[in-house]
């Protein structure tokens, strides 16, 4: 499902942002401190407005910076440079920290009011970083392993949706949207740990 989505959509979104990152790098902004600046908005964006309950802002915002990561990968291969493998680490690692602050933002407002889905958000949590952490403890012993049900874009997507939707009062979306997050985090983890099980029994 996620290479699938990606793969669908990074065609016409590429066609939509190059003209805008060719004018970026025209003025010397170089992929990787488009990298820091989204990431450290996003980060800002989610501990000032989640906290408080303040979904709706915060995710609009949220997905404003978002934007961001589409543009540092175009960049990069569009710059003399090139990628790097700097800048591949430098990415991988504050995407890590991104969604860590999203989704602590979360948890640390389900604590405040005392909600009964705080294990079920620290299970999505985990489960999330094992799913990065599975691909590049196979990748570090040379074994591919991409694909899985829910990947980065896919378990932002839900728990974007989930706060939204909070943020507009559905009843129970952000319950919702953080146990499909949990499920599917943790679905992604056992295919991942298979993937690497079949390549190396």
């Given at each position: 499902m996620g290479t699938m989505l990606q793969g669908s959509l990074r065609a016409p979104v590429t066609r939509l942002i190059t003209p805008i990152c060719r004018g970026l790098i025209s003025l010397g902004i170089t992929a990787n401190e488009i990298t820091v600046i989204g990431s450290l908005a996003t980060i800002l964006a989610a501990i000032n407005f989640f906290p408080s309950g303040d979904f709706l802002l915060g995710t609009f915002m949220i997905f404003v910076f978002v934007l961001f990561d589409l543009l540092d990968g175009t960049m990069a291969r569009l710059s003399p440079v090139g990628s790097t493998p700097f800048g591949a680490l430098l990415d991988s690692t504050?995407?890590?920290v991104t969604d860590g602050a999203v989704l602590g933002s979360i948890l640390f407002y389900l604590i405040n009011t005392?909600?009964?889905?705080?294990?079920?958000?620290?299970?999505?949590?985990?489960?999330?970083?094992l799913?990065?952490?599975v691909k590049a403890?196979?990748?570090?012993?040379?074994?591919?392993?991409?694909?899985?049900?829910?990947?980065r874009t896919e378990?932002?997507?839900?728990?974007?949706v989930a706060t939204?939707?909070?943020?507009?009062?559905?009843?129970?979306?952000?319950?919702?949207?953080?146990?499909?997050l949990a499920l599917a985090?943790?679905?992604t983890v056992l295919q991942r740990l298979q993937i690497v099980y079949r390549a190396n029994p």
């Amino acid at each position: 499902m996620g290479t699938m989505l990606q793969g669908s959509l990074r065609a016409p979104v590429t066609r939509l942002i190059t003209p805008i990152c060719r004018g970026l790098i025209s003025l010397g902004i170089t992929a990787n401190e488009i990298t820091v600046i989204g990431s450290l908005a996003t980060i800002l964006a989610a501990i000032n407005f989640f906290p408080s309950g303040d979904f709706l802002l915060g995710t609009f915002m949220i997905f404003v910076f978002v934007l961001f990561d589409l543009l540092d990968g175009t960049m990069a291969r569009l710059s003399p440079v090139g990628s790097t493998p700097f800048g591949a680490l430098l990415d991988s690692t504050l995407d890590r920290v991104t969604d860590g602050a999203v989704l602590g933002s979360i948890l640390f407002y389900l604590i405040n009011t005392q909600d009964r889905l705080v294990p079920v958000m620290l299970v999505a949590i985990i489960s999330g970083f094992l799913v990065s952490y599975v691909k590049a403890r196979a990748e570090a012993v040379g074994i591919v392993c991409n694909g899985g049900f829910a990947e980065r874009t896919e378990r932002m997507v839900i728990i974007l949706v989930a706060t939204t939707l909070a943020g507009f009062h559905v009843t129970f979306a952000l319950a919702i949207g953080i146990w499909v997050l949990a499920l599917a985090s943790s679905f992604t983890v056992l295919q991942r740990l298979q993937i690497v099980y079949r390549a190396n029994p």
